[in-house]
């Protein structure tokens, strides 16, 4: 079956610091996302990548980086964490761009 | 600007009666549009794809309707159930390496 597993499920940090969210996929899928999810404003895009080495931004990227040095796996980063980034963050992938996402499980990040 | 448009107030309905949830969407050309379902605390599970050439799709008790010249998709859940109380999440995807675009989600709460 196919699965997306997001390293923490939830993860607690402070002002100024970097923080790593990791996400995997064990579907040798080509494209993986990276999205928040805060109330009211449904998912957002922060960046995407359809290959190894390849990111583009999303709606949303100011603040986040990424990183993906193999095929199956698509890390997050907050440079500098500020508590506006408190929030859900959603790791996805797809084989294909008009094909169905599948998603981990979710951080719940909270920024102190 | 391109609007994906969900209602956002919720839905309840009697258990046994048939859900009917709406996304309409501005401003956009989508090739796909796709419906996901959300529990609390979860990622979107997909459930269903339509193309834009389809009128109609149908998987067991779920009926997905794309209307392009009314820019609407209706989704449909027949003889509901408790358990299909969730978010729902319809999403649009414009072909080539465009991103898909969530809606905010439409939560169902299905009545005993």
């Known amino acids: 079956d196919v699965k997306v597993t997001q390293s923490s499920r939830y993860l607690v940090k402070r002002t100024g610091e970097k923080v790593f969210l990791e996400c995997v996929q064990d579907?040798?899928?080509?494209?993986m996302f990276w999205y928040r999810q805060d109330p009211g404003l449904g998912l957002r895009l922060i960046y995407f990548s359809y290959d190894v080495k390849m990111k583009e931004k999303g709606d949303i990227p100011e603040g986040y980086s990424v990183s993906r040095e193999k095929k199956e796996r698509f890390s997050l980063i907050l440079e500098s964490a500020s508590t506006n980034q408190t929030s859900m963050y959603l790791c996805a992938s797809s084989s294909q761009g008009d094909q169905p996402q599948h998603f981990g499980d979710g951080t719940r990040l909270s920024i102190l | 600007s391109q609007k994906i448009e969900q209602n956002s107030e919720a839905l309840n309905i009697q258990e046994g009666k048939t859900a009917t949830l709406t996304c309409n969407y501005t401003n956009y050309s989508p090739a796909y549009l796709q419906w996901y379902r959300q529990d609390p605390g979860r990622g979107p599970v997909f459930l269903l794809l339509i193309r834009e050439n389809e009128k109609e799709k149908r998987k067991e008790r779920l009926k997905v309707t794309f209307d392009t010249t009314l820019k609407q998709s209706l989704f449909h859940i027949t003889a509901s159930q408790p358990a299909d109380s969730a978010t729902y999440l319809c999403?649009?995807?414009?072909?080539?390496?465009?991103?898909?675009?969530f809606g905010t989600g439409t939560k169902l709460q299905v009545i005993p």
């Open positions: 999403a649009l995807y414009s072909g080539g390496y465009q991103k898909v675009t």
């Open positions: 579907m040798d899928h080509e494209n």
